[in-house]
RNA sequence: UGGGGCAUGGUGCAAUGGCAGCACACCGGACUUUGAAUCCGUUGAUCCUGGUUCGAAUCCAAGUGCCCCAGCCA
């Protein structure tokens, strides 16, 4: 099995040993988990998921589930129960701690006020065009908005009006009064509520103004007891802001603490880009196995232990990184070849005639289910009988140096079955070989040779009168490396799809054991990559597989 | 060029003043009922310069490089 990984240290947990020898929290650890509602949970999502859950099951603390629904524009309750699934998924639970910061909408609007009292926010009349040019550069001081100093009883009425609908959309924000010359662009009065006409799927038609991420999501952190926010890098210059209001608001302060976000090698990990794909019908859904997301993942038989080890070995820190997806596919490899039975499928076939095994004969050989994990010694019966099928690149005419395979005149082993010699090949009239007529020495069944003689090659099989037909679909990575940072619309865009991500093969042939299997079943295949069945799992009466990037390389190794 | 952050083999992460280590990848070998897997091994790194120290990846100083910030997104 796979190695237990060494509980690592990193900066995080330096921090919060720190925070409980000085007693910050009391020993509490307590943490959230808060996406956004506009999307599927992808594989980037998963580190702050796996850090958010782990550390707080590792402090024996608690994880709140929040969903950070403050833009009713971009969400959608179709996201909400997809992200539960996936976080279930991976064996993490909140219990019943399931929030949202629109819960919160009243109390925040309640403390909004309060700063209004308290002489820390006003309603602002710019527009957001002018509200740009006032907010100055990065190396220029912004300047200060003609309605900063509105009286307390004004920002009062007006924002209870904003409240009540009576402006339109943009027409007015309320802002933080913090400072317009702050080296850090968030400081420089950032907006707190905006006017947005638009319904929410929680709170419907309740609201006309919702606040920014920057005001709600500390207290909301607070009003839960968060003890430890943890967030990607980019917060960094927003921790300034957090802290400003659960100051000003006095009331209880989380620590926000940020960790660099997981970037992987030819992975699209943009929920914008993703979402453009899924909408612009570029791949089937979320859950098409080409998509980076949990769903897809789970769809092609990902185990999601797997997912976690993975994470766990990345690693947490401030670096910005850039993992190769051959770690990824290591861990899940490693997984799926204790776990998932093996199978012979041959997916480019080329016909074997074994002439001088009897013409009806038919005998089945017992063939183990895990040939890698000696803790499962489960077999099964295959059919064996006078013609099989085997990959076409299993055979070459005129063997290539280090070629172990078969050959005219070369002898190689049936995986479990017997070892057979390459007599003469059958052409067509363009000269392809169309068969390889063979003989087979019956001293040798189940694959080793009494008098001890040894083969270099061994190849898998398929008997020819039980094999099952299917059309088997090769997924690959969905994308090239350079992704156009601006997505372009339309045809061009097509181009950015890899064309290799996709591949279809009919005319397959499986072992017969296959043809009953089960929808979400996962199979090892013969040449260790690994397939999983997939819905819809019968077109035009055949059977559909779906398959993953393992394969892809290991067949890319065996071509080189 | 304002502010914030980060620099350790190809990649990711450790080492918190004391022998720079682990994983993936790569290369080589062994073994194998697939050339996969497994096992073993090799190569390979502290951004630069100076300083403190018996001793620096770690502390100090000055550089260099990269990332983030000018949404009424999160």
Redesign the pocket.
Known sequence: MTEQITP????IR?IIDEHNRTGRFGGRVHTRFPP?PNGYLHIGHCKALCIDFGIAEDYGGLTNLRY?D??PV?EDEEYVDAIKEDIHWLGFDWGDREYYASDYFEQLYDMAVQLIRKGKAYVDD???EE??EY?G???EPGKESPWRNRSVEENLDLFSRMRAGEFA???K?LRAKIDMSS????MRDP?MY??LHTSHHRTGDAWCI?P??DFAHGQSDSIEGITHSMCS??????RPLYDWFLDELEIFHPQQIEF?RLNLTHTVMSKRKLRKLVEGGYVDGWTDPRMPTLAAMRRIGYPPTAIRKFIE????????????I??LE?VV??EL?LTVPRR?AVLRPLKVILDNYPEDKTENFEVPDY??NPENTDTRQVPFGREIWIEQE?FMEEPAP????LAPGREV?L??AYLITATRVEKDEKGQVIAVHCTYDPETR???APDGRKVK????WVSAAHAAEAEIRLYGHLFEDEFPEDLPEGEVFTDHVNPNSLEVLSGCKLEPSLAHAGVGESFQF???GYFTLDKPSFEDGKRVFNRTISLVD?WA??QK
């Open positions: 690592k240290t990193n900066f330096d956004e950070d403050t833009n971009k710019l527009s957001a509200m740009r907010r550069t990065l190396t959309d943009g027409t924000t080296p850090n662009m968030n907006v905006r006017i919702y920014m991420y890098l980019e917060y960094e210059n927003h660099a070995m990345v690693g947490v820190a401030k670096n910005e990184n850039f993992v190769e051959e770690l290591h490899r490693d070849n012979m040939p890698q299993d280090k070629y172990f395979r082993r995986m479990n189940g694959g080793s090659g061994t190849i898998h013969v040449r260790n290991t190794k065996m």
